[in-house]
């Protein structure tokens, strides 16, 4: 009779247990993968940044926009990924009380919203260059860049001052909860979209007109990658408001690092369209060598 119980307990719990390991198993998998993911739109931002920096050819537009996008991205691998990643590891539980959890808002919105405007400017700058480059001059293209720029970061920082003044519910510490409960990057993500439709009239075989194919291309890609990326969390939060929908957290964190994950993208899609950039890294690591 005991040997038959003990049988019985065996066979009921073993298949618990399995599941329990793969579960276990699969979540570990799941961190480092997103740890690396991390780690790696750190570094890459940063190679970008180094060779904006080292190059003198690249001390001018467009490339202050991308040193500008490179920095947004910098930051959302330094500041934000990083205490997402804890927020993950705690079953999306926030235990590092509520000064933190304002800090770590606040600088999801500017990085994240810095983000979403540089690339808005890129694909600006490069509309307006590519459809009146007779009177986007380099004089004005400079002003203008510099303008956006300004404009992409004191908006982003309005934006992200707003949790600690109140707007919208940030911390709860009874639920352990922290997150903004209105979602903060609509405005922007609206302006982005419309942006995002515009279309490149450029037929012909000139060296110019090759030009403004590959930077219109550059571009789709771009903006194309940033819709795929932070649609369906921008989804997601205008829709839970509106019908009161139960999504389970899993998507949330998923769309979350999807969207995280577009600055790992913008310097790859970028640097993949620019020869001067890949010159630029080969002289960077054969001078390191």
């Not at 933190?100 to 890129?122: E, G, H, P, R």
């Amino acid at each position: 009779m005991d040997f038959n119980t003990t049988l019985w307990n065996n066979q009921s719990t073993g298949p618990a247990e399995f599941y329990q390991k793969s579960v276990s198993i699969f979540s570990i998998l799941i961190l480092t993968l997103l740890a690396i993911l991390v780690l790696a739109t750190f570094l890459w931002n940063v190679l970008v940044l180094v060779t904006i920096l080292r190059v003198r050819t690249f001390h001018r537009v467009p490339h202050n926009l991308v040193a500008s996008m490179a920095i947004s991205d910098v930051m959302v691998a330094a500041l934000v990924m990083p205490l997402s990643l804890v927020h993950e590891l705690n079953g999306r539980r926030w235990r590092l009380g509520k000064v933190l959890c304002q800090v770590w808002i606040s600088f999801d919105v500017l990085c994240c919203t810095a983000s979403i405007w540089n690339v808005t400017a890129i694909a600006l700058d490069r509309y307006w260059s590519i459809t009146r480059h007779l009177e986007y001059t380099l004089k004005t293209r400079k002003k203008i860049s510099n303008i956006m720029i300004v404009l992409t970061w004191v908006l982003s920082a309005v934006i992200s001052l707003s949790p600690l003044f109140g707007w919208g519910k940030t911390y709860s510490e009874e639920d352990e909860q922290c997150q903004v409960k209105e979602a903060s990057h609509q405005p922007q993500m609206v302006f982005t979209v419309r942006h995002a439709t515009v279309t490149f009239q450029t037929d012909g075989d000139t060296w110019r007109e090759q030009k403004e194919k590959k930077a219109a291309l550059m571009v789709g890609i771009l903006i194309g990658v940033f819709v795929l990326c932070w649609i369906p969390f921008f989804i997601t939060e205008l829709i839970n408001p509106l019908c009161s929908c139960d999504i389970p957290p899993i998507w949330k964190s998923i769309f979350l690092w999807l969207g995280y994950s577009n600055s790992f993208f913008n310097p790859l899609i970028y640097t993949a369209f620019n020869k001067n950039y890949n010159n630029a890294f080969r002289n960077l690591f054969s001078r390191q060598r």
